[in-house]
């Protein structure tokens, strides 16, 4: 498990050192994807958010991650449906398991991802800047759920 303190003061000093305001709003939002687990999306982020700022909206939380992915501090998830969902935990380029029926995202711990960079690379003669690799599948959860 990522260690959230860490990673919110690591979030606030690069906003910092690159010049931006701290506000109280920008913070709480910093706040928030430093500690969930759950990549959440920008609504969940926002319902989260309205409880201390009632008055800020969903444009501003919006342009706030951005802000935050700008500076590399949070992956975002694109999909193809635009449920972009955001990862404060863990900026860099990881794995994830996606339930394809509840939409969880989880972080599976895997050894063997630095052993399939290194195999691409050398397959296809590319330096590998990036990836983004998804399992999709059912949870246990919604598995056991059914019928
Ligand atoms: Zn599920
Ligand atoms: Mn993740």
Not at 15 to 27: A, N, S, V, Y
Not at 77 to 93: C, W
Not at 133 to 142: A, H, V, Y
Request: aromatic share 6%; charged share 25%.
């Amino acid at each position: 498990m990522a260690d959230h303190n860490n990673r919110y003061e690591t979030i606030v000093r690069k906003l910092r050192d690159h010049g931006h305001k701290l506000t109280p709003q920008r913070l709480a939002i910093v706040k928030i994807l430093a500690k969930s687990e759950g990549h959440p999306s920008v609504e969940n982020i926002y319902d989260q958010i309205k409880i201390d700022f009632p008055t800020m909206s969903l444009a501003t939380v919006y342009r706030n991650i951005l802000l935050i992915k700008s500076i590399g501090e949070v992956l975002e998830l694109g999909f193809p449906d635009g449920s972009n969902r955001y990862d404060g935990n863990r900026p860099y380029p990881h794995p994830h398991v996606i339930c394809i029926k509840c939409k969880k995202i989880v972080d599976p711990e895997l050894d063997s991802l630095d052993d399939m960079r290194e195999e691409v690379a050398a397959e296809t003669g590319f330096k590998i800047l990036n990836h983004r690799l998804d399992f999709f599948g059912i949870c246990s959860s919604c598995g056991a759920n059914k019928g």
